[in-house]
Every structure is written in structure tokens, then in C-alpha cells.
């Protein structure tokens, strides 16, 4: 049965072309979630039922890779990386925040920073480094890319 969910939830995520990198989109590659072409609702429809997702799997960047990673039982894109938010960033806070906390990463709203974005990286002794450059747009590129 298929029904409307936020985009923190749904496991089918329907995109039309040409695809863009929204929110939403980038919720379903945190997750792992299917992305699929248009046709696959348009078929579902038509056979009264939803449809196996494989061959209408969109074919950008990272769909396949964030969907077997999920499937796999392998950690997350951002698995290993401490995050701390602030006001400032491109995507509005919450929204950056529980996208990258669903791509695997330990994420904190820091108001009191003077940069929008900082992060760390677990090292072996059970520490952080901190990532020199890190920022927005290379973590959505990350998840992005799978």
C-alpha cells in the first residue's frame, strides 16, 4: 500500500527529471531509501500495487551506492564524524541537522561558534580531530555521492 510520509521516514522517494538535489532527496540518500523515476508511481498505479523499486532506480550519484550501504548493514556515510551547527548555514539548521544525523553523523547545534559549520573526525585513542575545510556543501556532496 503506498501512502504519503516526511521525508524522514518514507523508504520510496518518487523524483521527476531532471533531478535535483533538494531536501528531500538528500534525506533519502542519508537514509539509504529507494530513489526512483517517476514511472515507477505511474506503473504502481497501474497494476494496483506497488511495484518492485530496482529498475526504476534513479540513476544520479549515489542513489545505488547509500541504498546498499543501508541494505548491507554497513554504517552510514558519515559515520565517524562529530558535527556542530550553527546559525548560517545555506540549508536551514534543523534540516542540515537531521540530515547529516541520518548519514550516520554525531551532530550538535553550537550557537555560540563564530562558523556556521565546524567537524571531527573519530581517531583510534577514542579522540577528534578536527577536519580543516570541512563544510556544507563537502558533507552534502558526500552523502550525495554515496
Known sequence: RCRTVGPR??????VGQPVRRTLK??????RGAWVVEASWLIESAAAGRPLD????????????SARLRRAEGEPPVLCGLRVEVAEGTRVPTAALLAILAAAGAVV???????????????????????????????????????
Open 9 to 14: 521516514e518514507a523508504e520510496i522517494l518518487v
Open 25 to 30: 532527496l538528500l534525506h533519502a540518500l542519508s
Open 53 to 64: 523499486p530496482a529498475p526504476f532506480e534513479c540513476g544520479i550519484p549515489g542513489c545505488r
Open 108 to 146: 550538535e547545534r553550537n550557537d555560540d561558534s563564530a562558523e556556521p559549520l565546524a567537524a571531527w573526525e573519530a581517531v583510534g585513542d577514542g579522540g577528534w580531530r578536527r577536519l580543516m575545510g570541512a563544510s556544507e556543501p563537502a558533507l552534502l556532496d558526500a552523502i550525495a555521492s554515496g
